[in-house]
């Protein structure tokens, strides 16, 4: 039996390629620019390919909301399956046009949508689209699927901890000033999701085991003693992902768990080397 609703997300949501496929979830991919050839996050360019392509780029790539037809063919697709409404989860407004356009093709589809601006980017969108998608699998609503999703927003913990400030200063998401007292100190700083939805430096710390120490500790924060679902993602940095999740098992209760590498078009903005984790109370563990 179809469920009612069906859940559609972007490429900013960095899930993996295997759980995306596995779950039947429509990802509408955003694009990335090398110069004068434009790539298809996930699509015409992978993850791994994408930092091997930023390591030796002269300019720094740019990124852009998806093609208005990858969101009516996903709306298209939902109504093929026959599914009768569908909740469009995204990323943050205040980060990308991928919301706005959202609602622009919405109005075209052939079965109701409804658009959400999660305010959330990273692995924090990817909780709230596993969240939405587990609420719908079940038969939820569109009010119902909106409401985890809501629910995500409100409660969820996304921090990122970047080698450097340098490529979100060039790609616009952090002032001149923020990214030049990172620079000047040689900090790990700690980046986190505020609640309009923009990429903050919450906290800089001197080395990446007190980053690690710190994003543990607010994890935990979160948790308070009850389990976690978590997403930890990394660009290119394995070894330091594992890391990460041996002290987050050493300190909270993991109900859920999705390990990814940084997709290109947060890459294009955080660098390689860029780990975070995004965490949210377990309710029927999302993942």
């Known amino acids: 039996m179809v469920a009612p609703v069906a859940v559609v997300t972007d490429s900013t949501a960095d899930l993996p390629r295997e759980l995306v496929e596995s779950l039947g979830l429509r990802v509408v991919p955003l694009s990335v620019t090398f110069g004068d050839r434009t790539e298809i996050?996930?699509?015409?360019?992978?993850?791994?390919?994408?930092?091997?392509?930023l390591e030796n780029a002269v300019r720094m790539p740019t990124t852009s909301q998806p093609s208005p037809a990858w969101f009516e063919e996903a709306y298209a697709d939902c109504a093929d399956d026959g599914h009768q409404q569908v909740v469009s989860v995204h990323c943050s407004a205040a980060?990308?046009?991928?919301?706005?356009?959202?609602?622009?093709?919405a109005k075209h589809a052939a079965l109701p949508v409804e658009v959400v601006d999660t305010k959330l980017v990273g692995g924090a969108l990817g909780l709230a689209a596993l969240a939405a998608h587990q609420v719908a699998e079940r038969g939820g609503s569109v009010?119902?699927?909106?409401?985890?999703?809501?629910?995500?927003?409100?409660?969820?913990?996304?921090?990122?901890?970047?080698?450097?400030?340098?490529?979100?200063?060039r790609g616009g998401r952090l002032t001149g000033a923020q990214a030049m007292v990172g620079t000047a100190l040689k900090v790990k700083p700690i980046l986190h999701l505020t609640p309009e939805g923009t990429v903050e430096v919450r906290e800089r710390t001197r080395t990446w085991t007190r980053a690690m120490d710190r994003c543990v500790a607010?994890?935990?924060?979160?948790?308070?003693?009850?389990?976690?679902?978590?997403v930890v993602v990394h660009a290119l940095a394995p070894e330091r992902a594992g890391e990460l999740w041996q002290r987050l098992d050493a300190e909270v209760e993991v109900a859920g768990r999705v390990e990814a590498l940084i997709?290109?078009?947060?890459?294009t903005h955080v660098g390689p080397g860029a780990i975070g984790v995004a965490a949210v109370p377990a309710q029927g563990s999302a993942v």
């Open 263 to 267: 997709g290109p078009i947060v890459g």
């Open 41 to 53: 996050s996930g699509v015409t360019l992978q993850p791994e390919d994408f930092y091997a392509r």
């Open 218 to 230: 607010l994890v935990s924060e979160v948790a308070a003693g009850r389990p976690v679902d978590l």
């Open 95 to 105: 980060l990308s046009g991928t919301v706005s356009l959202a609602r622009d093709r």
């Open 143 to 169: 009010a119902q699927v909106v409401a985890a999703v809501e629910r995500i927003r409100k409660q969820a913990l996304g921090l990122l901890v970047v080698d450097t400030l340098e490529y979100l200063k």
